[in-house]
C-alpha cells in the first residue's frame, strides 16, 4: 500500500493505492485517521 501525501495549512490530501485501487481523500490535519497514517 503506497500513501502519497500533500499537506496544506488547513487539510491534507491522502491518495491511497491499495491493491489496484487508488482513492483519494480529504482529512482535517488534526484527524485520528491522518494521524494514524502518518
Do not use: Q, W, Y
Not at 495549512?9 to 490535519?29: I, Y
Amino acid at each position: 500500500m503506497a500513501v502519497l501525501m500533500n499537506g496544506n495549512d488547513s487539510e491534507e490530501e491522502v491518495s491511497l493505492c491499495f491493491e489496484g485501487k487508488s482513492m483519494m481523500v480529504v482529512l482535517p490535519e488534526h484527524s485520528i485517521a491522518t494521524n494514524i497514517i502518518r
